[in-house]
C-alpha cells in the first residue's frame, strides 16, 4: 500500500498529451514481420525517451514522460522555472525527431495547465482531462499547439521582463498559425537541440522530409481529409526556408 496516491503529489502542472497520428491504421494494418517491426521500433523509441527524461537527474528531474499506445504524456509542475520553456524544448525534439529520422512520423497535441498526479505509471486530473480534449479541438494539422492563456501570460512576462527579451525564451519555439491564431511548436525551426547539428545533416534530413511530404501529398490525393493534413504540412515546410536560407 505504499505506492497509493499521495495528495502532495497532485500539483499545479504544464501537462502535455501528443497523439501519434495514423498510428492505430498502421498498428491494425500489419500483416507481415517487417511491418510489426516497423511499429515495435517506433514504440521501442518512444519508451527509450521517456525513460530517458524520467530517469534524468538536475533541470530534467521534475518532468514526468509516460508514453501510452500512441499517445504521449509529458507533465512538470508550472513552479519548477524551466517549465514552459523545457517543455517546448523537450517536444521540439521529439516532434523533428519523429519526423526528420526514419520514421516519418507526425503528431499532434496540446498543452495546457491545470492540477495533476503523475507518478508510478499512474496519471489523472483536471489538467491531463483538459489537455487531452484540447488535443481533440484544434483540428488534424500535424502541430502541438500551446493554450492561448499559456502564450499570453507568457507574453506578458518577458514584456514586462527586460532581460528575458535578450535570452532564449518560450516563445522562441513558437509559431502562430494564421489560419486560426494558434501558437505552435515550430519544430522544423533549427532552434533547441537540432541548433548544433551539422548544416550536413540538417539539408539532408530536410530534404528527405520534402520527398516524403510530396509523396504524401501524391498518395493521398483522392483522400481529402488525409491530403488536408500533408497540404498544411507542405505550407509550414515552404514557411521554414527563411530559417535556411539565412545561414
Not at 499547439?145 to 514584456?159: C, G, S, T, W, Y
Not at 539532408?204 to 483522392?222: L, T, Y
Request: charged share 25%; aromatic share 12%.
Amino acid at each position: 500500500m505504499n505506492n497509493l496516491p499521495d495528495y502532495g503529489d497532485y500539483k499545479d502542472s504544464l501537462v502535455a498529451f501528443i497523439d501519434i497520428l495514423g498510428f492505430d491504421k498502421w498498428a491494425r494494418g500489419i500483416s507481415n514481420r517487417e511491418e510489426f517491426i516497423d511499429v515495435g521500433n517506433l514504440l521501442y523509441a518512444m519508451q527509450e525517451t521517456a525513460d530517458a527524461i524520467s530517469n534524468a537527474g538536475d533541470i530534467l528531474e521534475e518532468y514526468k514522460f509516460t508514453a501510452i499506445s500512441d499517445s504521449i504524456i509529458v507533465t512538470v509542475p508550472f513552479a519548477n522555472r524551466t517549465c514552459t520553456t523545457g517543455m517546448l524544448q523537450i517536444l521540439h525534439k521529439i516532434q523533428y525527431e519523429m519526423l526528420g529520422t526514419e520514421f516519418k512520423t507526425l503528431v499532434r497535441g496540446y498543452i495546457t495547465r491545470g492540477p495533476v498526479y503523475h507518478k508510478n505509471k499512474l496519471i489523472f486530473g483536471a489538467g491531463y482531462s483538459d489537455a487531452y480534449k484540447g488535443e481533440g479541438l484544434i483540428g488534424g494539422a500535424p502541430r502541438i499547439v500551446l493554450d492561448p492563456r499559456i502564450v499570453k501570460d507568457a507574453k506578458r512576462v518577458i514584456e514586462s521582463n527586460e532581460h528575458r527579451k535578450n535570452s532564449v525564451t518560450a516563445l522562441d519555439y513558437l509559431i502562430e498559425d494564421l489560419s486560426d491564431g494558434f501558437h505552435f511548436i515550430d519544430y522544423l525551426n533549427p532552434i533547441g537541440s537540432q541548433k548544433n547539428l551539422p548544416r550536413s545533416q540538417l539539408d539532408s534530413e530536410r530534404a528527405s522530409i520534402k520527398k516524403f511530404i510530396d509523396d504524401s501529398v501524391s498518395k493521398f490525393e483522392n483522400d481529402c481529409g488525409v491530403r488536408a493534413k500533408y497540404k498544411w504540412l507542405e505550407n509550414y515546410f515552404q514557411s521554414t526556408e527563411k530559417y535556411y536560407s539565412a545561414k
